[in-house]
C-alpha cells in the first residue's frame, strides 16, 4: 500500500518524481528535486511530452503561478493541460490547480475575436471597411473643441490594421488614463469607453491615417463601438450573437476589473503587489490597490484586452477560421481579408520589398520561406498570454495569470514562443484524437 500511494503521487506531481522513486532511502540519502512541485491536470500525451517539459520549465524559472497550454493538429484538439496554481490560497483558504477548464485574462488577444466580428458585419453587407469612422460614431468633443480633421480621415480598415495614427509611444494610451479622462469629462469615474473617445477626437493623431503601423488599443475601442452602433446591439451581446454562439464557445465572457467580482473558474492573477496603484474607482485622493485589481478599468476595455477565456476555446476560434471551407464564422474571402498585407509602408518597405511581418486585421502574420504564421499576444498587469496559428495546421495557446518573474523583469508573451514553436516542429506522431466539445 505504501509504495501504490508514493507512485499515485508520482503521478499527480510529475516534477517530485525523483525524489517519490528513493522514498525508502533515509533522509540523508534522498535527492532533493531541483525545482519546485507543480501539479499539472488533463490528460498527458507522450507524443507532447518535450513542449510540456518547456511550458514547465518556462514557469518554473520565471516562478510563474499558473498557466494553461492546449495544442491543436489539422482542427483537431490534440493537448490541453492545467500547470500550476490558479490559486496560491492563504491561510484561510487552499491552493486551487489550474485545469483545461480555468479561465484566464486573455488581454490583447481579444483584438482578433473583435476583428471578426467587425468583419461578419462587412460580409453581409452593414458595414464597409472603407467607411469613415467619424461618419458612423459622429463624436462629440469636449467642450469648445472641434474634432480633429485627421480624425475625419481614419477609416474602419485602418483601425483593424493599427493605421489610425495614433502612436502611443510618442503620445500615451488612453485606455489607461481614466482617472485624467474621467475629470475632464466631469464623471466621478472610472472613465467609460464614449468618455475617453470624447476625449481623444480633438486631439491630433501623431501621423496621418494610413500613413504608418502603430498598435493602437485606442482604435480597437473604437471598433467595439462601430460594432454596436451598425449591429444596433451592445458589443457583449453582439459577440455572443455571432461569434460565441455559433462556435458553442462557453469559456469565453467579458472580464471585470476587481478581485471579488471574478467568473466562474476564472484563475487569480499576480504580478508585483509591492506597486500600487491608485484605484480606478477612488476619490482624487484615497485608495491604493494591486495594479491587476484595479489599477486600470478593465470594462471600458471590452473590445481591445477584456475578453477571458479557457485554452480551449480560443483553439476552437482559430481552427474555424482555418477550415476556410467551412467556417462558421466566416467566408473564405473575408478570412483572405483577415490575413492580407496592408497599403503602404505597413506591408511594404520604401524600397517597394515585401515585408516579412505585418499587423492584418487582427492577427500579426509572419511568412517565411516554409511557414506563414499568424498570431496575437496579451499583456496585462497579471496577465501574459499568446495564440499561435501555423500553416501547417498546427495551433497552440499559453495563458499566464503573471507577467513578472520574480525579480520583477517583465515577461514578454515571445518569450516562451521560440521554445514551444520549435518543440512542435519536433512532434513526429500526432495524438488520434479531437477534445473539442461539439455545441
Given amino acids: 500500500m505504501v509504495r501504490f500511494l508514493l507512485v499515485q503521487k508520482c503521478l499527480v506531481f510529475p516534477l517530485a518524481a525523483l525524489s517519490c522513486l528513493v522514498g525508502n532511502v533515509s533522509a540523508q540519502e534522498q535527492v532533493k528535486p531541483t525545482t519546485p512541485v507543480l501539479p499539472i491536470t488533463g490528460k498527458a500525451q507522450s507524443a507532447l511530452q518535450e513542449v510540456e517539459r518547456v511550458m514547465i520549465e518556462f514557469m518554473t524559472t520565471n516562478t510563474i503561478p499558473g498557466g494553461a497550454l492546449a495544442v491543436a493538429y489539422q482542427g483537431r484538439l490534440v493537448y490541453e493541460r492545467g500547470f500550476g496554481y490558479a490559486e496560491l490560497g492563504t491561510t484561510e483558504s487552499p491552493k486551487v490547480a489550474v485545469t483545461p477548464s480555468s479561465r484566464f485574462r486573455i488581454a490583447s488577444i481579444s483584438k482578433p475575436l473583435t476583428a471578426v466580428a467587425v468583419l461578419r458585419l462587412v460580409q453581409v453587407g452593414k458595414l464597409r471597411l472603407d467607411a469613415k469612422v467619424y461618419d458612423l460614431l459622429k463624436p462629440e468633443p469636449l467642450g469648445e473643441e472641434a474634432v480633429h480633421p485627421r480624425f475625419k480621415q481614419v477609416t474602419v480598415l485602418q483601425l483593424l490594421q493599427h493605421r489610425g495614427g495614433w502612436n502611443r509611444d510618442v503620445g500615451f494610451d488612453p485606455m489607461f488614463r481614466s482617472h485624467i479622462i474621467a475629470a475632464a469629462v466631469g464623471r466621478k469615474g472610472p472613465a467609460e469607453p464614449e ?128 477550415d476556410r471551407a467551412n467556417s462558421r464564422l466566416l467566408a473564405q474571402s473575408s478570412i483572405e481579408t483577415m490575413l492580407a498585407r496592408p497599403p503602404g509602408l505597413p506591408g511594404k518597405a520604401k524600397n517597394g520589398a515585401l515585408r516579412p511581418y505585418f499587423y492584418a486585421c487582427g492577427w500579426a502574420v509572419h511568412q517565411r520561406k516554409n511557414l506563414t504564421t499568424w498570431d496575437h499576444g496579451g499583456s496585462l498587469p497579471g496577465t501574459t498570454t499568446k495564440i499561435m496559428c501555423r500553416s501547417d495546421g498546427i495551433h497552440w495557446v499559453v495563458l499566464l495569470n503573471s507577467r513578472h518573474d520574480s525579480d520583477g523583469k517583465r515577461l514578454h508573451p515571445d518569450h516562451v514562443q521560440s521554445r514551444i514553436q520549435a518543440a512542435l516542429s519536433r512532434v513526429k506522431s500526432w495524438p488520434d484524437v479531437d477534445m473539442f466539445r461539439r455545441p
Wanted: hydrophobic share 35%; net charge positive.
Fill in 195 to 322: 468618455d475617453i473617445i470624447r476625449y481623444m477626437v480633438s486631439r491630433k493623431p501623431e501621423s496621418v491615417p494610413g500613413e504608418f503601423y502603430s498598435y493602437s488599443n485606442f482604435g480597437y475601442c473604437l471598433l467595439g463601438r462601430i460594432i454596436e452602433k451598425v449591429s444596433g446591439q451592445s458589443y457583449e451581446a453582439y459577440m455572443r450573437s455571432a461569434i460565441l454562439k455559433p462556435l458553442g464557445l462557453r469559456g469565453l465572457a467579458l472580464g471585470r476589473t476587481r478581485e471579488e467580482q471574478r467568473l466562474p473558474l476564472e484563475v487569480k492573477y499576480y504580478g508585483q503587489d509591492w506597486r500600487l496603484a491608485r484605484s480606478v474607482f477612488a476619490p482624487q485622493k484615497g485608495l491604493s490597490v494591486r495594479w491587476q485589481y484595479g489599477g486600470f478599468y478593465l470594462e471600458a476595455m471590452d473590445s481591445h484586452g477584456a475578453w477571458i477565456s479557457s485554452a480551449h476555446d480560443l483553439l476552437k476560434f482559430t481552427c474555424d477560421l482555418d
